[in-house]
């Protein structure tokens, strides 16, 4: 079953659970994400997951920026069982590993800058 | 451009200057990346966001210890409320009530108003608590301090001082006024107070100084005190201002209590002795010991002067002792000197804190055996009132004193609180009435009939009668018409020192 991809509220980024059963959130590049960004997609990937936990893949697609507050939103338990950061840029290396090095991520989580291996990943505890 | 300098790339520069910025506390300094997002972007971006790490937790320790500094003020404002506070009744306390009055004092002086200080001392507050429990005398305490601070104005303070005593600071008030709330605190404590289905009262006797300026805080809290002291002398219940005089009589009794404890072993002591006589026949039968302090600068004081000093402090155990010691050793020189005296016998008075005594009685016994006295020669004298209270400490003390052969006289009698159907069972041998009683002897005829009545009740109870104070011979003659067996007074002799006792003696006949 295919499902089109769900824009996130505010415009800034799309949710869709994939058929392999990865939920897939896709950030537009060069934006600056906000915490009402971070909830609207938080909200989005609950909504999609209807309380079945699902793994995630977070497509960071050069974003600009992560407020702290924003930063802090993904601390909060939600639908995704582990989470893939996928990157290219430092810029996006060096957001993620703050993430992952100041806040304590509710499940496990991981950067990537290979989608296969973030695929993998995210494919290799089910 | 050489790469190594690092100059062909304009970020660095930014890069550089934000580093600056951030180092000089310009925590909220960002550097701008660009949109390449490269290895130098991503080193301006973790720049910017430790510099964000930073400036928060910057922030949340400034809020931490603005509200840990916040707390501890609060925490000192409440240890020093504590402090200064009565725990029990939320009144200033006495550390407090001092601090306010030194205050007083010190805008008193510049605007030319004394304050005034109240001290109150409540008269019946031991009985609640022993009768109805500390509960109950928490409560009573509680409610007299919301009387209190009903009837004072609302710049005045009222503290407790602890137990039942409380104060209060009347500042800005003239005499009037001071006087005026001083008797609406009076008022405001003879209405009773309900304690659960009890209804108890507690009434205040009520010092009050009020002083021009140039007194400190500790004379004002001394002088009301004194003053309340004085209310509670003259009956309780009672207001009282603080007057000069009563300073005066404080520091002349704390004077003789300080004298009167080196008296005896500076030989200042002395005692006098009072002929007791056989009224029949003039006979002298023995002598009653009084005791004289001649003082090295005042004379001679009277006992009526020292001796309810002596029974405040405890000194009258010392006294006592050695009144007992030197009063048997002086039998026992007049047995050496006139053998022939086999039934003259010495009376000493003895106060009701010496029957508390622990020795008193191996002490008797061991004076009279080391003077080589039989107990039957001594006459102990005690007030009605101890012998009335029946306590059992001094019922035993009494009994082992008779059963030892000593004499035991009712003294005052007539003055306390008589009770006819105690006087039989009374551990007494004789009854010695009151002077007061045979004032009006000789005058009265309805005061002869009383004393007759008297004498024929003392006798009733089987016991011998002695009346005191006999100074004219009608008395003398008229006592001795109604049967009473013996007498003490001026008429038969003044009290004399030891030497002169035996020459009395000899002189059978009554002084004219």
Not at chain 2, 124 to 131: E, L, P, R, W
Not at chain 2, 299 to 324: C, H, K, Q, Y
Not at chain 2, 334 to 357: G, M, V, Y
Request: some cysteine; proline content about 3%; hydrophobic content about 45%.
């Amino acid at each position: 079953m295919v499902v089109a991809p769900e824009t996130v509220d505010g415009g800034k980024g799309s949710v869709e659970l994939r058929d392999d059963g990865v939920v897939h959130l896709r950030w537009l590049s060069g934006i600056s994400i906000e915490v009402e960004d971070a909830k609207a997609a938080m909200a989005k990937v609950n909504e999609v997951c209807q309380g079945v936990p699902h793994p995630m893949l977070v497509d960071m697609a050069a974003v600009a920026s992560v407020s702290r507050e924003a930063r802090g939103i993904w601390s909060i338990p939600c639908d995704a069982s582990r989470i893939a950061l996928l990157g290219r840029s430092p810029v996006d290396r060096v957001l993620a590993n703050f993430f992952l090095g100041v806040h304590v991520p509710p499940c496990p989580t991981r950067f990537f800058n290979s989608r296969s291996e973030a695929t993998d990943w995210l494919n290799a505890v089910r | 451009m050489n790469p190594v300098e690092g100059s062909e790339d304009p970020r660095l520069e930014h890069l550089v200057d934000g580093i600056v910025r951030l180092a000089a506390g310009e925590l909220d300094a960002r550097i701008e990346p660009s949109e390449r997002g490269d290895a130098i972007d991503a080193v301006i971006t973790g720049v910017n966001l430790l510099a964000e790490e930073l400036g928060h937790i910057y922030t949340e320790l400034e809020e931490r210890v603005a509200a840990r500094t916040a707390m501890l003020r609060r925490t000192q404002v409440e240890l020093e409320h504590m402090a200064k506070t009565d725990a029990l009744t939320g009144l200033a306390n006495r550390t407090l009530l001092n601090e306010r009055i030194q205050e007083a004092i010190r805008t008193g002086t510049e605007s030319g108003g004394a304050p005034a200080v109240l001290v109150l001392d409540l008269d019946s507050f031991k009985a609640i608590n022993d009768t109805l429990g500390h509960s109950a005398g928490d409560a009573v305490l509680i409610e007299v301090s919301r009387r209190l601070r009903s009837v004072v104005r609302a710049s005045d303070t009222v503290a407790r001082l602890g137990g039942d005593e409380f104060a209060a600071l009347i500042t800005g008030a003239g005499a009037d006024e001071v006087m005026l709330i001083a008797h609406r605190v009076w008022e405001a404590l003879q209405e009773s107070i309900d304690i659960g289905t009890e209804t108890v009262w507690t009434t205040a006797s009520i010092g009050i100084c009020l002083r021009d300026g140039g007194y400190s805080a500790e004379e004002m809290m001394r002088d009301a005190d004194i003053a309340m002291y004085q209310a509670k002398a003259q009956g309780r219940n009672k207001v009282q201002l603080f007057h000069p005089d009563m300073l005066n009589a404080v520091q002349e009794r704390s004077r003789i209590t300080a004298e009167l404890r080196t008296a005896a072993e500076s030989g200042q002591l002395a005692l006098l002795y009072q002929p007791v006589i056989e009224l029949a026949s003039g006979k002298v039968t023995g002598v009653e010991a009084l005791i004289r302090w001649h003082h090295p600068v005042h004379g001679t004081i009277m006992p009526d002067n020292f001796i309810s000093i002596a029974e405040e402090t405890g000194l009258i155990l010392e006294l006592g002792r050695w009144v007992l010691h030197e009063g048997i050793a002086q039998l026992g020189r007049w047995k050496q000197q006139a053998p022939q005296l086999t039934d003259f016998r010495l009376h000493i008075n003895l106060s009701a804190a010496e029957l508390l005594r622990s020795d008193l009685v191996g002490d008797v016994t061991g004076t009279l055996t080391r003077n080589e006295i039989e107990p039957s020669r001594l006459v102990l004298e005690i007030t009605e009132s101890v012998l009335m209270s029946r306590r059992t400490v001094e019922q035993q003390v009494l009994e082992k004193l008779r059963a030892v052969g000593v004499g035991l006289q009712i003294d005052d009698f007539g003055t306390g609180y008589s009770s006819i159907s105690y006087l039989r069972d009374l551990p007494a041998d004789t009854v010695k009435v009151d002077r007061s009683l045979i004032n009006n002897l000789e005058t009265d005829s309805r005061q002869q009939k009383f004393v007759a009545a008297i004498l024929q009740l003392i006798s009733a109870a089987e016991l011998e009668a002695i009346v005191e104070g006999i100074e004219t011979a009608g008395q003398a003659a008229s006592l001795q018409a109604m049967g009473c067996l013996y007498g003490q007074g001026y008429y038969y002799g003044r009290p004399v020192p030891a030497a002169e006792i035996l020459a009395r003696i000899s002189h059978s006949e009554p002084q004219m």
